[in-house]
Structure formats: C-alpha cells, structure tokens
C-alpha cells in the first residue's frame, strides 16, 4: 500500500459517461476492423486479422472488465462467422472471446512494461490475441474437419504465429491515432491523465479526523470546466448533526452533497483532489451502490426518483435494487412507511399522492436500507410553508428519535434552522463559516454573505442589537425571539 503524503494534491479523473465508453469504441473499432477484413488483399493467403487487431485497440483503450472482454469476443466472433469464407466458422464463437480475454488479461496485468516510456501493449496484446485466438480456432477447425497432424503442425499452426506477427506491427499502427483521436474528441482521458485516473486502490487512504463523514481538502472540477466548484474543503459530520448548507446559488452546495454522496467523483466526470470519507473509507475506494447503504440522498426533483404504481412496490423497488433478501423486504416497507407516517397509504397508487406525501414516500424509499446519514438537496423549493414546516418536523424525528445524522442543502433558513446545530456557509466554493447557527448567521451579517437569506426575526435582532439591546438567547426562530424577550421580562 502506497502511503500518500499530500492528500490535497491526490488527484482521482473520472469521465462521465466512462461507464458506456467501451461500447463506443469497441463497436466504432470492430466496424473498421469488418471494412478492413472485407477489402484488404492477401500476400501470399496471408492477411492480418484485422478483428482482432481492432478489438485488441479498444481493449487497450477502454479496459474493460472480463466480463465485458467475452461480450467483445462474441461481437467478433459474430462478425467473423458472417464473413467468413471458412469451412467451420463456428470456432470463432470459442476463440474470438479467448483472444479478448487475453487481450484483457494482458492489459490489466502487464502494462509496466514500456520502451523509452511507451506503452508496450498493442504490441504485445496483437501478438498474443492473435496467437490464443488462432491457436484455439485452427485446433477446432483441425478436429471438426479432421485434418491431418502434418498440415496442422506444419501449416496451420506456424501461419497463426505469423499472422500474429503481423497483427503485432499492426494493432499499434491503429492503436495511435485512435487514441489520438478519441483523446482529441473529449472520449478519452489522454495518456499522462490516464496515469493518475481512476484507480485508488493501491493508496493507504485514512482519515485524519474522526466522523461519519470527513472531507479532507476537497477540490473539485467539473469536466470541461477551468474553475473548481468546491476549493479546499474541509469539514467533519458527526453522529448526530443536524446540518445546514447554505450559500448564494452557483456557490457549491449540490456538489458538496454529491460529493458526500459519491455522486462526486463517480458518477460526474471531472477531477476531485483531496479526499471524501464515509465511515473512515476513502470514496474513491468504495462504489456509489455501497455508499448508498451508508448515506441516503433526496435530490431536488424528488418526483424523479419515483418509478413503480403503488407506495408499497415503490419502497419494495428500492430495496430490491440495494439487493435486499426478499425475506426481509416486507419488515423494511413496515418500518419505513412508519417512520414517515405513511402506514394508512400502503396500497394507495402514487398518482393519488400530493407532493408532500410524494416526498414523504421519497424519504421512506431511502429510510428503508436503514442509512445512518440523510442527504437533503433543497428538500422544500416546491412545498407550501405549511409543507416545509411538517417536513423539518418529520427530518427533525428522524434525527432525535431515530438517530439519523441529517444534511440539509438549503435556500431558506427560517424553517430549517430552528432544529439544525450547525449552519455551514459557502461561498464561490469555499467553507467559508462552518460553526453553530448564530455564529454562521452573524458571519453572514457581517461579512455582507448572501445577507438575503439571513432569517427576518434573526435580522431584527442584530438591527435592536446596533441600537443598543442585548439578548439573553439567540433569535434564530420567531419561538427563540419569544423565549428571548420572555426572560427579559418584556
Ligand atoms: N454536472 C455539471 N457539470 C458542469 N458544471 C456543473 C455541473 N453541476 C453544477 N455545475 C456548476 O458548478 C457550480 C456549482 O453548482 P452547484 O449546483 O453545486 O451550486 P449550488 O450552490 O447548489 O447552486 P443552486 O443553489 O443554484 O442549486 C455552478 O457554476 C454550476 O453551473
């Protein structure tokens, strides 16, 4: 395990899309591979296979898993029945995905070797690929068609070898400048890039601070953006928070909640330095399924998260897809549905929901894997103050009853405040106050910091205050304004 000194400058790349990129290339790369195959002349009988020498480039380009390296094989395998003029073609359908598995094999375990810092692998996948796959191809044609020992050992085999050969000069004359291209198209992350991407997993990655959440010098840029969205963040959720984001729009809060999320920096491309911990892992080293299990999020546009007919197959939908034992599923809907207050809507179909109880529905879905963290983005932009108000009441028992450590994204503070005990100020992507409600409230009067926001009641007290009063308690909500001026005998 490498040990990382700076984990402000530990970079992590990731595209968005990466996850269909192999598709992309491999079919753009097997299309020319066809074309090739098809009107390229032969030497002598000997042509390079040029299916294999175009799957063996996107393989090296995209990396793809085992599993999709047989998918690959299979493609070219097809390819290569439907055009061949073989008297057995059908051995393409065991030999094409065993070159790909080779191929694969080859690029993910020997790719330290390089000549003068260049990457050796089209070479050696085309002359490998080749040689697997036409070994395994003319051993099946030989005992399909019972070809005798002389012409196999003498003809056969040796043409598979030189074909290889060719293959090996080949692949990397194609491999360049598609990598050049596709590098040039936005596609491909280049070279250099490549080098620090996406891969953590050799990295001894721990936090230094105790928490649910630790972020450590957080930086995040969007993909074809310049400027970071999140600058040098650092903060600490503990157990039991109740936290307010705010900030002017544009300055950062959705990012920092999909970066607590994994959202940020695996599903997003772009590039993230410094580090997100969930429970003490390192989020580069975990997958968004497994930290889902950990931290439950409500997006903005919660109604895009609802997908089945009725209340009950929506939380059965949600589990099922968290991989949940059918066993336990219907225990989980029970006790989620309870949470929220929605046992009497059980069967009810969601179009007969209003947008409260959508919500409500929303939060159950995420209740019911049991995460000990909820991520809330502006839970009450469409809600009526009637709404927002049972919403923070609901989130507020989730807290104190059930334990839950809640984040809250938010634009208007009035409601939210009086239950959180902690507000985090951004600004153009930077913590800039990160303390209890009043202190936060305060740095924003003061430093003139989206002052819109600050709530009325809380805003009258700091004018009485320049004018002179003074306040036993803070008026963070209209209840404390009331507390306050109680004890003050007024
Ligand atoms: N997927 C994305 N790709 C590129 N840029 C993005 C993406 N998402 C957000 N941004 C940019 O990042 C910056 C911060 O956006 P973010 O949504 O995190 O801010 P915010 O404080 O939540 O804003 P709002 O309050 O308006 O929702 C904005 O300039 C936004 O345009």
């Known amino acids: 395990m490498k040990q990382v000194e700076d984990i402000a400058a530990l970079e992590f790349h990731h595209r968005q899309g990466g996850q269909f990129r192999w598709i992309t290339i491999t079919?753009?790369?097997?299309?020319?591979?066809?074309?090739?195959?098809?009107?390229?002349?032969?030497?002598?009988?000997?042509?390079?296979?040029?299916?294999?020498?175009?799957?063996?480039?996107a393989i090296c380009l995209t990396k793809p898993s085992y599993r999709q390296a047989v998918g690959i094989g299979l493609v070219a395998a097809l390819v290569n029945v439907l055009t061949s003029k073989s008297g057995f073609p059908y051995g393409n359908l065991i030999s094409e995905p065993m070159?790909?598995?080779?191929?694969?094999?080859?690029?993910?375990?020997?790719?330290?070797?390089?000549?003068k810092g260049h990457s050796c692998l089209p070479v050696l996948t085309g002359f490998a690929a080749t040689c697997m796959s036409g070994g395994?191809?003319?051993?099946?044609?030989?005992?399909?068609?019972?070809?005798?020992?002389?012409?196999y050992f003498a003809g056969m085999l040796p043409l598979v070898v030189v074909i290889g050969l060719l293959n090996a000069v080949v692949t990397p004359v194609m491999y360049f400048p598609a990598l050049r291209l596709f590098v040039a198209r936005g596609i491909l992350d280049s070279l250099e890039e490549q080098e620090v991407a996406s891969d953590h997993s050799m990295y001894d990655l721990k936090p230094s601070q105790e928490g649910l959440i630790s972020i450590e010098h957080l930086t995040y840029i969007y993909n074809k953006r310049k400027q970071p969205v999140l600058?040098?963040?650092?903060?600490?959720?503990?157990k039991g928070d109740f936290l307010v984001v705010t900030g002017e729009s544009g300055s950062g809060k959705s990012s920092l909640c999909m970066a607590m999320t994994g959202a940020i920096p695996h599903y997003f491309g772009g590039v993230m330095k410094g580090m997100v911990y969930v429970d003490g892992k390192a989020t580069t080293q975990t997958t968004i399924s497994d930290l889902a299990g950990r931290v439950g999020a409500m997006l903005d546009d919660y109604d895009s998260?609802?997908?089945?007919?009725?209340?009950?197959?929506?939380?059965?939908?949600?589990?099922?897809?968290?991989?949940?034992?059918?066993?336990?599923?219907?225990?989980a809907i029970t006790e989620a549905l309870e949470k929220v207050s929605m046992t009497p809507y059980r069967h009810r179909p969601l179009s007969n929901l209003s947008g409260g109880q959508r919500q409500r529905l929303v939060i159950a879905g995420v209740l019911a894997t049991n995460p000990d963290i909820l991520v809330f983005d502006e839970p009450t932009s469409a809600l009526d103050p009637e709404?927002?108000?049972?919403?923070?009441?609901?989130?507020?028992?989730?807290?104190v009853k059930y334990g839950h450590t809640i984040v809250v994204i938010e634009h208007s503070l009035e409601a939210a405040l009086p239950y959180a005990n902690r507000l985090v100020l951004l600004d153009e992507g930077k913590i800039v106050c990160d303390a209890d409600v009043e202190t936060t409230l305060r740095y924003m009067y003061d430093h003139d910091i989206y002052k819109s926001a600050i709530p009325q009641v809380f805003a009258c007290q700091l004018d009485l205050e320049k004018a002179g009063c003074t306040f036993p308690v803070p008026w963070v909500?209209?209840?404390?304004?009331?507390?306050?001026?109680?004890?003050?005998?007024?």
């Open 27 to 57: 079919t753009l790369m097997l299309a020319i591979g066809t074309i090739l195959h098809l009107v390229s002349p032969s030497v002598g009988g000997i042509t390079p296979n040029w299916t294999i020498a175009t799957y063996c480039v």
């Open 99 to 115: 070159g790909a598995l080779t191929c694969t094999f080859i690029v993910k375990n020997l790719s330290f070797i390089k000549i």
């Open 136 to 151: 395994i191809f003319v051993t099946i044609l030989k005992i399909v068609m019972g070809l005798p020992n002389s012409v």
């Open 231 to 238: 600058d040098d963040v650092s903060m600490v959720l503990h």
């Open 305 to 331: 998260q609802l997908v089945a007919m009725t209340v009950e197959e929506e939380i059965a939908f949600s589990l099922e897809n968290k991989g949940v034992a059918p066993e336990k599923i219907e225990a």
């Open 387 to 399: 709404g927002t108000h049972a919403f923070y009441e609901l989130i507020h028992e989730l807290n």
């Open 477 to 490: 909500s209209t209840e404390a304004a009331v507390d306050s001026l109680r004890q003050m005998k007024i």
